[in-house]
């Protein structure tokens, strides 16, 4: 998980400014210059790059009236459709249905009963047998599939699926297809000083599996719907905690805020989602007072990525739906859309 | 809640560092020389502090074999009884019972109702009535002073009450009560690359209103016994996140180290605490990989603040019980028990 990196921003800024100054030319300066380059360099110059870039300078040049100090400065971040991509299937949900084999192995009865028997048929190549999947068959696999297992185990499956799985389109491990240009808000937010956090209604203790390596972002700044854990002891003594089928947060819609406030305790100064389950953490953060700023990301580039609404009069989705209502809702609050198409000049870092 | 202060480590390091060089004499070294001054001038020489000195150069020296990356430098820290006083009775205790007589202004029917007859009956002087709350009237109490107000209001109630409590002994605030040594500790840690948090069986939303301020911890790496929220709007439509009487998190016993997995995901290199409560935390600390350090802090100096275990034949109690089998359970573990007496030189600032 990134262990040589430069994780810790103590650490960097000192060994930065130490090599800065070895330079010599500098110390009159006191502190090194900041370079003038553009942080957000796969961004289109538009509202939506002028929103971040204002939001960042409004919050943190000293003089300003909207001055926050750096302890306070948090963002938070949806995942799927926001930082990745989550088309045509959330990949937790393809790594439940993956796990599926491997669980009828340990427990062979599990392969003549529904819904493992239907998620067996799709995996064999039976496509219109996913039709026949409702969300309480998929809460169900993912129950049996992510509980029972120590915490140490579950990473360890969940680290060798991502190493081996791939998107059906762009054959790529999914963990290659973050947006560069939210990549370069992350950095350009850390860099100014804020903690960077997400708030997922996917899995959290599968995000955080590898959101460390690779968007910078730490275990403990990884917040999701969340399955408990039981503590207890392994035939040798050893305490251990597994994995159990009690679900301590969903962090989804009214959750999110609910979720922040557990978890984190303040209320963001920025947070950015893609979809009607991200609409309570744009309010909440919006509703705070001074520089705030709340964003959606629409997916309107079917060639370069997808095109998902239903809102715009994009093609209707049940996998991240961003409604007419909530662009609305948008408009009418001052939430920022983010037009993939218009604002992005570029996608993926592999383009 | 500190705004000025030098909370944000990278911000700190950088204007040091900048005054440092600025002075030149420093420049051929690369960096400062660290100060060779002892980072627990409060502590007596001894075990304890050897463990704590060894173990944060094991794991922080880079040709260590027991050196631990930045980013995976955790330490836990109980709060009552491990960081400030706990005697003779939680500080929250006493808040939720001096909010009695708000709430009975405010529901005049719950005066003659136990077991808010009986707060008001100690409050007016009849201490031996506080013998007759038992642990689910102190519940009962906690639910009806604690929930059904904003976050918000919670906070600011907390926080005007700290302003004006006094502990009834040393007559100071609470907020006046926390170890030295054990602050010393903390910024030690920090100093050398740790996040500190605080663990604790109190409630998380309490503590938070003063952790950053009394100890240098933010909200966020506060985890305690947590009640949830419940998101709703205000007649103005403003977003609003109002306190619930449901039960999140009981961070006690083995509900610590499941804590500690949701809201960290990490386990903690070095664990402290006082209590059978803190014994799962420090079991799961230290059967981690590599150097691990988990800590008891044993109440035997009565004369400079509190004696009571039963553990080595001290006084019984039931508020923040060392009981002879965690002592004999550390001994055989190999956690280091801190003796007051012994291993404090000075308990408070204030001496």
């Known amino acids: 998980m990134n262990k040589g990196g430069c994780i810790m921003k103590s650490t960097c800024s000192v060994f930065t400014l130490a ?36 939001f960042v300078k409004d919050t943190t040049t000293p003089d300003s009236p909207k001055f926050v100090p750096a302890a306070e400065r948090i963002a938070t971040f949806d ?45 064999h190549g039976d496509r219109a047998a996913i039709a026949r999947l409702t969300l309480p068959d998929v809460e169900k696999v993912a129950v049996a599939t992510m509980t029972g297992m120590t915490v140490e ?8 699926w991502l190493a081996e799985a791939k998107d059906p389109r762009w054959k790529r491990p999914y963990t290659e297809l973050t947006y560069l240009p939210m990549q370069e808000v992350l950095k350009y937010l850390r860099g100014s000083g804020y903690k960077t956090y997400i ?45 159990a089928p009690k679900l301590m947060l969903n962090d989804n819609n009214a959750g999110k ?21 991200d609409q309570q953490m ?11 700023l709340s964003m959606l ?15 715009q009069g994009l093609p209707a989705t049940k ?18 859309v983010i037009s993939m198409k218009d604002d992005w000049k570029t996608i993926f870092s592999f383009e």
Not at 25 to 48: I, K
Not at 258 to 264: A, F, Q, S, T
Not at 282 to 292: F, N, Q
């Open 319 to 336: 996998v991240g739906a961003f409604t007419q209502a909530l662009y609305d809702e948008a408009k009418k609050q001052g939430w920022t």
């Open 153 to 160: 185990t579950f990473k360890a499956e969940v680290a060798k």
């Open 257 to 277: 805020p609910e979720g922040i406030n557990m978890m984190i305790g303040r209320r963001p100064l920025m947070a950015v989602g893609n979809s009607t389950g």
């Open 282 to 292: 744009l309010e909440y953060t919006r509703a705070g007072d001074g520089a705030r």
């Open 19 to 54: 090599r800065t100054f070895a330079l010599g030319a500098l110390l009159t300066l006191g502190l090194p210059a900041q370079a003038q380059t553009d942080p957000l360099p796969s961004w289109n110059d538009g509202a939506a790059k002028k929103a971040i870039v204002d």
């Open 199 to 243: 708030v997922t209604g996917g899995g959290q203790d599968f995000v955080r599996v590898y959101a460390e390596q690779i968007y910078g972002i730490p275990p403990e700044q990884v917040i999701g719907s969340a399955l408990g854990t039981t503590y207890s002891y392994a035939k040798d003594g050893k305490p251990i905690l597994t994995k």
């Open 297 to 311: 990301l629409l997916h309107d580039d079917a060639k370069r990525e997808y095109a998902y609404g239903p809102a």
């Open 79 to 123: 995942q799927d459709g926001t930082l990745w991509v989550e088309h045509p299937m959330y990949s937790q949900v393809m790594y439940i249905l993956e796990r599926v084999p491997a669980l009828v192995k340990a427990k062979p009865e599990l392969a003549k009963v529904a819904p493992f028997s239907t998620v067996l048929q799709v995996l």
